[in-house]
């Protein structure tokens, strides 16, 4: 698992290769990325945006943007979290993700990033 903290939230990935698909013709790599949100702070806090980058070793960086993450804004207060699934293909078997979430403190109004750490999509364990 690989984890990051910003401002007192936590931002946990797991990932899963789920094998292969054809699009147009095309085959692709399909992996989920599970994400758990923790709030550690002292603070409630809502996630109103995300960002992400998708690097695949035989495209370009695919950037996808927009409100919230599966169709919600989580409202997280001290001690809450907050978990969702989903996914991405690849045209190659090795890629990663990153990015990160806007948040805005309820209380204050504050937008603020909190990021999310680089994560490796492969089909197998890549050693170092």
């Known amino acids: 698992m690989i984890e990051q903290v910003t401002k007192g939230i936590r931002i ?9 698909s054809y699009r147009n013709n095309r085959l692709y790599y399909v992996f ?3 994400i758990t949100i923790e709030n550690h702070s002292l603070e409630t806090v ?14 370009k960086t695919e950037i996808v943007e927009g409100e919230g993450v599966v169709g919600q804004s989580p409202i997280l ?3 809450d979290h907050y978990s ?5 293909f690849l045209e190659s078997n ?4 990153n990015g ?11 937008e603020f990033k909190v990021f999310i750490p680089t994560f490796q999509l492969a089909t197998t364990i890549l050693s170092n």
């Open 100 to 110: 990160y979430y806007k948040m805005i403190n309820t209380a204050t109004l504050e």
């Open 12 to 20: 946990s990935v797991k990932t899963k290769f789920n094998g292969t």
């Open 84 to 88: 969702y699934s989903s996914g991405c």
């Open 77 to 79: 207060k001290p001690n």
């Open 46 to 59: 809502q996630l109103t945006d995300r960002f992400w980058k998708i690097y695949d070793s035989l495209n």
């Open 94 to 97: 090795i890629g990663a993700m």
């Open 32 to 34: 989920a990325y599970f």
